[in-house]
C-alpha cells in the first residue's frame, strides 16, 4: 500500500517565489493535516481539512494556502515564500481525530528558502 | 494551544542502558499517543494511552500515563542503536479536530 504520498522529497526557493506541495493518499481516510517541523523541534500544524471541501487553520496559518477538492489530495501552497518557512513539511491523514485513532504521515518535503 | 513539554530535550545512552522520557501538560489529556520518527521519514506510532493510570508494554518498551492524565512517560529497557530517533508524544483533547504535539526527546543510541 503507498498509504500517504508526498512530492517532492526536497525543493530550493528563491525568496518571492511560490510553489505547491502535494500529497495523496489511498486510504479513503477523510481527515487529512499539513505539519512543519523546523529543526530539533515537534510538529506544528499548518492547516487541516476533516473532508473533501473543508478546511481550517492550525497554530502557524500564515503565508500557507490549501483545498481540498477531493477526499485523496490536500495540497499546501506557498504563494510568496519567505526564509522563515525554511522546514520539513508533513502530510498526515487520519481516519478520524477519535481519542485513539492514529495519524499515518508521509515521508515529508525538506524545503530551503534562500 | 495545548503546550505539551518533553524532557530531556535530548539524551545519548550506551547500548544495554535504560533510559526513560516524559511528556507533561498543563491540561487533562483526552488521549495520548507516542510516536517515533527516524531521520528522512514521517513519525510512526508506537501506542496510545486512554486511561488514567494505564500501562503498556512493547516489547522493551513500557509507556505509562498519569493517573491524573496530565503526564505520561516512556521507558526502555536495555537500549539498542536500533532505538535512536525522535521521540514525540502528540494529544487531542475532546471536541479537537487535530492533534498536538510535544518538542521530542531526541535519542542516540550509542553501539
Known amino acids: 500500500n503507498a498509504g500517504v504520498t508526498q512530492t517532492p522529497k526536497f525543493r530550493i526557493l528563491k525568496i518571492g517565489q511560490s510553489m505547491t506541495l502535494q500529497c495523496t493518499q489511498d486510504?479513503?481516510?477523510?481527515?487529512m493535516y499539513w505539519y512543519r517541523q523546523d529543526p530539533g523541534m515537534g510538529l506544528k500544524l499548518i492547516y487541516y481539512s476533516v473532508g473533501a471541501g473543508i478546511t481550517d487553520k492550525g497554530e502557524v496559518p500564515n503565508g500557507y494556502n490549501v483545498s481540498r477538492s477531493t477526499t485523496e489530495d490536500f495540497p499546501l501552497r506557498l504563494e510568496l515564500a519567505a526564509p522563515s518557512q525554511t522546514s520539513v513539511y508533513f502530510c498526515a491523514s487520519s481516519y478520524s481525530v477519535a481519542t485513539n485513532e492514529k495519524l499515518f504521515f508521509g515521508s515529508g518535503t525538506q524545503l530551503s528558502v534562500l | 494551544t495545548q503546550l505539551l513539554e518533553q524532557s530531556p530535550q535530548f539524551l545519548s545512552i550506551q547500548e544495554g542502558e535504560n533510559l526513560t522520557v516524559y511528556c507533561n501538560s498543563s491540561?487533562?489529556?483526552?488521549?495520548l499517543q507516542w510516536y517515533r520518527q527516524e531521520p528522512g521519514e514521517g513519525p510512526v506510532l508506537l501506542v496510545t494511552?486512554?486511561?488514567?493510570?494505564e500501562v503498556k508494554k512493547l516489547k522493551r518498551l513500557t509507556f505509562q500515563f498519569g493517573d491524573a492524565r496530565k503526564d505520561s512517560s516512556l521507558h526502555i529497557t536495555a537500549a539498542q542503536p536500533g532505538d535512536t530517533g525522535l521521540y514525540l508524544c502528540?494529544?487531542?483533547?475532546?471536541?479537537?479536530?487535530?492533534?498536538?504535539f510535544g518538542t521530542g526527546t531526541r535519542l542516540t543510541v550509542i553501539p
Open positions: 491540561s487533562v489529556f483526552s488521549s
Open positions: 502528540a494529544e487531542t483533547s475532546t471536541g479537537a479536530n487535530n492533534l498536538f
Open positions: 486510504m479513503n481516510h477523510n481527515y
Open positions: 494511552v486512554v486511561t488514567g493510570g
